[in-house]
């Protein structure tokens, strides 16, 4: 699957972005997506992840109750809401894709994702 990741842009603190991760294929609702960041000088972290298919949304701590992640799998697309914004969470933002519907930890790894998109810039001015 090929991942196209848009939506990232220059705001101010406590404003919002909405992300989008277009994906290819037929079998979108096969894969668990999960949101990533990268902060400059720092290791890429986990942000967000949702499940293929039913319930189930997990992430960081430091975006719970900020960013919402949910998806559309009729148009293949999954999208990363993201409210209240903060100087900190400037950073270059992926989306991954995981094959099935593993178990929660899992989600939280990255290596355990099997595609990624190409990133999209978040910048958040103070």
């Known amino acids: 699957v090929q991942l196209q990741a848009s939506g990232g842009g220059l705001v101010q603190a406590g404003g919002s972005l909405r992300l989008s991760c277009a994906a290819s294929?037929?079998?979108?609702?096969?894969?668990?997506m999960g949101w990533f960041r990268q902060a400059p000088g720092k290791e890429r972290e986990f942000v967000a992840a949702?499940?293929?298919?039913?319930?189930?949304?997990y992430y960081s701590n430091s975006v719970k109750g900020r960013f919402t992640a949910s998806r559309d799998n009729a148009k293949n697309t999954v999208y990363l809401q993201m409210n209240s914004l903060k100087p900190e969470d400037t950073a270059v933002y992926y989306c991954?894709?995981?094959?099935?519907?593993?178990?929660?930890?899992?989600?939280?790894?990255?290596?355990?994702?099997?595609?990624w998109g190409q990133g999209t810039l978040v910048t958040v001015s103070s």
């Open positions: 294929g037929r079998t979108f609702s096969r894969y668990s």
């Open positions: 949702i499940r293929g298919n039913g319930p189930g949304t």
């Open positions: 991954a894709a995981q094959t099935g519907n593993p178990i929660v930890g899992l989600l939280y790894l990255e290596d355990k994702y099997n595609y």
